[in-house]
C-alpha cells in the first residue's frame, strides 16, 4: 500500500480529500500604510489587489505586494467593484451622507463622487445586468445604477427598501439579488426587474448573517454567521437550509471556487468547507492571522488574499492595528 501511495505521488496523482484540505499561507506581503481596513477585492486579468483603508484605497501587486496606486479622499470606504470595460472603478464611501467614488482603473485617478446613502458599504459589479450594486446599512437599502454613469449630476436609481439592514450580497445575473439582513437573521431575495424584495428567508441555525457566497451552477448560497459561528448552505432556488459547520469567530467574508466554500474571521481563521458523500463538512481550518477577516479569491490561480495587521492590545480591550504593519497574507495550496 505505502509503494502504491508512493507511486501515485510520483505521478502526480492525489486524492481528492487531500487536495482540499492542503491549504497554507504562501505569502505574507508587508504593505504598510496608515487606516485600517474592511473588503479586499482581486483584479485578476491585471494581478491587482483592492483593499480599502478607511480614508484611501490602495491598490497592490498581488505577485510581489508593490503598491501600484493610492486613491485618496474618501471619509470611510468599505468596499470596491471594478467595471474594466468602462474602465472605472468604484468605492463605497459610508462617511456621512454616504457616497460613491468613481476612478481610473489605469491612473487610479478620481473621477467623481456620486451621492449615495449612508453607510454605504458592500459592493459588486454584475457584467452579465451591467449594473453596479451596493448596499447601505443604515439606509436598509439596495443601490443600483450603470457603470458608465454620468460624473456630472449623475444619480443611482431609486433605492430598493430591505426591510433590515443589509451586509454583504450575490448577484446570480439573472436578475435575482441575495442580501443578509445582519438585524433580521434573514436573507432577503430582491428581483432587479420588479424591483422589490420578493422573499425573505431565516437563516437559523445561523444567526446575524455578514458574508455571502454563491455556486452558481448549483444555486447553492453560503452565508457565514457570526452568532451563533456557522456557514449555513442554503438553496438559492428555495430557501431551504441544506447544512451548516461551525466556523471562526468574527467572520466577514466567504467566497466559493473549484467547489469549495470558505470562511474568514477575524480570529485568525480560515474555515475550508466541502461537499463529501453528500455532506457538507469542514476539511480544514487554516491559521492565518488574527484580524484577517475579509478575502478574495484570484479565479485563475486559486489563491486568496487577505488584509490584516500586527495588532495589540489597547485599555479599552480592542485590538488596534500597530503602526506600519498593514499585509497581505496569500493563502494556497
Known amino acids: 500500500m505505502a509503494l502504491l501511495q508512493i507511486a501515485l505521488l510520483a505521478a502526480g496523482v492525489v486524492s481528492v480529500s487531500s487536495a482540499q484540505s492542503d491549504w497554507k499561507v504562501l505569502n505574507r506581503f508587508k504593505v504598510g500604510g496608515d487606516g485600517a481596513w474592511d473588503y479586499l477585492t482581486v483584479d485578476a486579468p491585471n494581478h491587482r489587489l483592492f483593499v480599502t483603508r478607511t480614508s484611501h484605497t490602495m491598490a497592490v501587486d498581488e505577485r510581489t505586494g508593490q503598491v501600484l496606486g493610492d486613491i485618496r479622499g474618501q471619509v470611510h470606504s468599505h ?49 452579465k445586468l451591467k449594473k453596479i450594486l451596493a448596499v447601505s446599512g443604515d439606509g436598509n437599502s439596495l443601490l443600483t445604477f450603470s457603470p458608465d454613469i454620468p460624473l456630472e449630476g449623475g444619480k443611482l436609481d431609486p433605492p430598493i427598501k430591505l426591510g433590515g439592514a443589509p451586509e454583504f450580497f450575490v448577484s ?95 480570529d485568525g481563521s480560515m474555515t475550508v468547507a466541502a461537499l463529501k458523500s453528500g455532506t457538507w463538512s469542514v476539511v480544514q481550518t487554516v491559521k492565518t492571522a488574527a484580524g484577517a477577516r475579509t478575502m478574495d479569491v484570484d479565479p485563475g490561480t486559486h489563491h486568496i488574499f487577505l488584509p490584516t495587521a500586527e495588532l495589540e492590545q489597547t485599555t479599552d480591550g480592542r485590538p488596534r492595528p500597530k503602526a506600519g504593519t498593514f499585509m497581505i497574507i496569500e493563502a494556497g495550496r
Open 79 to 127: 468596499g470596491v467593484a471594478l467595471a474594466p470595460e468602462f474602465n472605472r472603478g468604484f468605492i463605497t464611501d459610508g462617511g456621512g451622507a454616504g457616497a460613491i467614488i468613481v476612478f481610473d482603473l489605469k491612473t487610479y485617478d478620481v473621477l467623481g463622487r456620486i451621492p449615495a446613502l449612508p453607510d454605504a458599504d458592500g459592493i459588486i459589479y454584475d457584467a
Open 172 to 266: 446570480d445575473g439573472s436578475g435575482n439579488v441575495y442580501i443578509n439582513l445582519e438585524d433580521k437573521n434573514m436573507v432577503a431575495v430582491v428581483n432587479l426587474k420588479t424591483r422589490k424584495v420578493m422573499s425573505r428567508w431565516p437563516v437559523a441555525p445561523g444567526g446575524q448573517p455578514v458574508s455571502m457566497a454563491m455556486d452558481m451552477p448549483n444555486h447553492r448560497l453560503f452565508i457565514g454567521c457570526r452568532n451563533p459561528q456557522k456557514l449555513i448552505v442554503m438553496s438559492a432556488e428555495t430557501g431551504t437550509i441544506e447544512a451548516s459547520v461551525p466556523i471562526g469567530a468574527g467572520v466577514d467574508a466567504g467566497r466559493f471556487d473549484a467547489g469549495l466554500a470558505f470562511a474568514s474571521a477575524g
